[in-house]
């Protein structure tokens, strides 16, 4: 099993900027992906980064440019820069060990952005 532990959320100013951490711990014998997703209230959950293992990353259109994910073995982080009022949800990492494995999900953290 694996376990995904996220840090970092908080209330940020717009404009502002914040900085969330991923720890993955458990059974890992690899890692094909991890990534962070995000899910506002009442709206659905979505992508917002992801990294691969080969460290290819990939963005949602609406963070592009404003956001940065980054891995350190099996750490994954988010800097979120320039931060809106749009950007505030529940943030969950994710992480997939194999190309068909299962994924395995954080708890999320609460990001609050206020105009």
């Known amino acids: 099993q694996v376990q995904l532990v996220e840090s970092g959320g908080g209330l940020a100013q717009a404009g502002g900027s914040l900085r969330l951490s991923c720890s993955a711990s458990?059974?890992?014998?690899?890692?094909?992906?991890m990534g962070w997703y995000r899910q506002a209230p009442g709206k659905e959950r979505e992508l917002v980064a992801s990294v691969t293992g080969g460290s290819s990353v990939n963005y949602a259109d609406s963070v592009r440019g404003r956001f940065t994910i980054s891995r350190d073995k099996n750490t994954v982080y988010l800097q979120m820069n320039s931060l809106k009022p749009e950007d505030t949800a529940v943030y969950y990492c994710?992480?997939?060990?194999?190309?068909?494995?299962?994924?395995?999900w954080g708890k999320g953290t609460l990001v609050t952005v206020s105009s």
């Open positions: 458990g059974s890992i014998l690899s890692i094909y992906i």
């Open positions: 994710k992480m997939r060990g194999s190309a068909y494995g299962r994924d395995s």
